[in-house]
């Protein structure tokens, strides 16, 4: 047991040596890596640099920058490099004690040291590096500046005259540029940087507006300065040949428009010289916009001219022959309504068409005289005849349906009194067929069906035969009775079959179950007494039910070979 525990002990030591040798390496390993790592930082060249840009002659704000640097460069190479060595050397020493705990918190420490004076050189070498690249830009900047003024001065010198008035203005905001410009040379020359990069911020800005205005202006004010001149010219002179050919305008003021336009032009060339190029350009819309207006006007009323005269005949006649065809119409219903109820409207629609005709007439004669005296706005006239014939075409389909709708009176009515006769011929039918028949009577409710529908026709001629119909009421009529008719010729067919098969029957089973002596033939018998009971009271369906059910027991199918028949042979009873 005691040998166990012994070499249990031996083994914790030696792990534990084991693990601090680990440490001690682990720690080692790192320590050369930072060392390594601030090294390295110690080793930048940042004098160099400063010695570089020391050349350049700072001056100004990129001096006090610059100084900064440098200050904060040396504050650390002599403040901080001996300090985080001498860390360094105090960590390896301590690495090799067992105070693993400080040890750790040592090398922290000593690492954010050294990744705060990276962070630091970090910051001076970028802003070294940009004194260096401002100092290229601002050398690229003055040559390309002295370029562009030279083409501009160039351009404006050689084609002065497409710029008219605000050459001046553009002559008076390039050399105010070309001060901006000195000064900006200037400072760059001395080494202060940042304050000329303030103004290369501000210099750029108005060298490309000059730019923009030095590539609009001519466009826009070859626009102001001839085009707009010439077009307004031409649109004068064309309006006062028109006006001595007779045109009119709609817009009375259309001199006036062409005043307004050609104070607009001097407005806009007033804006041009200020160099005032966003308004200068919203005036050349508007103008643009009414000249065009102006030459659509002109242009509207000889398109107009040239349809009103080919169309004036055409629209005249028409009118005329509208109300030619609404007198006719009108004449022909008012010879109509003596004898016939025009229950639709006709004669007041056709007295309304013949208003509107009236004032369509209005119009074209009036149209007519003012083209005779040179007064005629001609875009007016084609809208009055567009609608003219757009409303004679509804007038003459209006008129035709009208006379459709009442030129089939007079055969309505003959067709409506065939039809009477007709029925009256049917209901004679329907009589003699049931006197036909020979039976003992009919029930009341089939003689007052019948007298309905008699006296219907009767009352449906009288209608006809008074001195003015409506044949919208006999329509109506026709329609009534044709459908009682139907309905009684139904009865009447019915009654005549229930009748003819109930008396077959009877006769029948008289003669073929009387003379027997059976519960069968007793039941016949029975049933044939009470059938003809009630054939002589007019129960003719009633009668055929109550025989029909004894028959059928007494022989199946004896009734159906008895109604098959008779329907075979109906015809010819």
């Known amino acids: 047991m005691a040998i166990m525990f012994f070499v249990i002990m031996i083994l914790v030591i030696i792990s534990v040596y084991l693990i601090i040798i680990a440490y001690q390496r682990y720690m080692l390993n790192k320590i050369k890596i930072l060392e390594n790592n601030f090294t390295k930082i110690k080793a930048l060249p940042l004098e160099q640099h400063f010695n570089q840009i020391a050349k350049l002659n700072l001056n100004g704000e990129s001096l006090k920058q610059f100084n900064n640097y440098q200050n904060i460069y040396k504050k650390i190479e002599k403040d901080h490099f001996d300090d985080i060595d001498n860390k360094i050397s105090s960590i390896k020493q301590d690495t090799k004690n067992l105070n693993f705990m400080k040890t750790n918190r040592e090398y922290q420490n000593c690492f954010n040291d050294v990744a705060n004076v990276n962070n630091q050189f970090k910051g001076i070498q970028k802003g070294l590096d940009e004194f260096k690249h401002l100092n290229k830009q601002h050398q690229k900047v003055i040559v390309n500046l002295n370029d562009k003024f030279k083409q501009i001065n160039k351009k404006l010198l050689n084609d002065n005259y497409a710029y008219g008035n605000s050459i001046h203005k553009l002559n008076d905001v390039l050399n105010e540029i070309k001060k901006d410009f000195d000064h900006f ?49 031409e649109i004068s002179r064309g309006y006062d040949e028109m006006v001595k050919a007779g045109y009119q305008f709609p817009e009375k003021g259309m001199g006036s428009a062409i005043d307004y336009v050609n104070k607009q032009i001097k407005k806009s060339s007033s804006s041009l010289t200020n160099l005032k190029i966003e308004q200068t350009q919203n005036m050349n819309k508007e103008i643009e916009t009414l000249i065009n207006q102006l030459y659509d006007s002109m242009e509207q009323e000889i ?29 022909e219903l008012k010879n109509l309504s003596k004898n016939y109820d025009l229950e639709h409207q006709e004669i007041s629609t056709t007295r309304q068409l013949s208003e509107q005709l009236k004032r369509i007439d209005e119009i074209n004669q009036k149209d007519l005289q003012d083209m005779a005296s040179n007064d005629a706005i001609y875009s007016e006239v084609l809208s009055h005849q567009s609608s003219a014939k757009h409303d004679l075409s509804q007038i003459e389909t209006q008129q035709r349906q009208i006379h459709k709708s009442v030129s089939g009176l007079n055969h309505a009515e003959n067709k409506a009194r065939n039809q009477v006769e007709q029925f009256d011929l049917e209901m004679h039918n329907i009589k003699r067929q049931i006197e036909r028949l020979n039976l003992p009577g009919v029930k009341k409710d089939y003689i007052d069906s019948y007298n309905v529908v008699n006296n219907e026709i009767k009352k449906l001629a009288q209608v006809m035969n008074q001195s003015k119909i409506s044949m919208d009421d006999i329509n109506k009529r026709l329609v009534i009775v044709k459908k009682h008719l139907n309905a009684l010729e139904d009865t009447t067919e019915q009654l005549i079959d229930s009748a003819m098969l109930a008396e077959r029957v009877i006769q029948y089973t008289n003669r073929f179950h ?30 055929l039910d109550r025989i029909v059910t004894a028959l059928d027991r007494a ?19």
């Not at 398109?303 to 004449?331: C, E, G, T």
């Open 514 to 543: 009387a003379a027997r002596n059976n519960k069968k033939d007793e039941a016949v018998s029975k049933a044939n007494f009470e059938a003809q009971k009630l054939f002589e009271d007019y129960e003719y369906e009633q009668s």
């Open 303 to 331: 398109k107009a001219k040239r349809s009103v005269k080919k169309d004036v005949d055409i629209v005249s006649s028409f009118i005329i022959h509208a109300q030619h065809q609404n007198y006719s119409l009108m004449s």
């Open 555 to 573: 022989e199946p199918n004896k009734f159906k070979e008895i109604e098959n028949y008779y329907y075979a042979n109906k015809d010819n009873q």
């Open 185 to 233: 040379v200037s400072l760059t020359d001395s080494g202060d940087y940042k304050t000329s990069e303030e103004l290369l911020k501000k210099l750029s800005f108005r060298v490309k507006n000059l730019e923009k205005w030095v590539a609009k202006i001519p466009s826009l004010y070859r626009s102001i300065s001839t085009e707009y001149p010439e077009q307004i010219d």
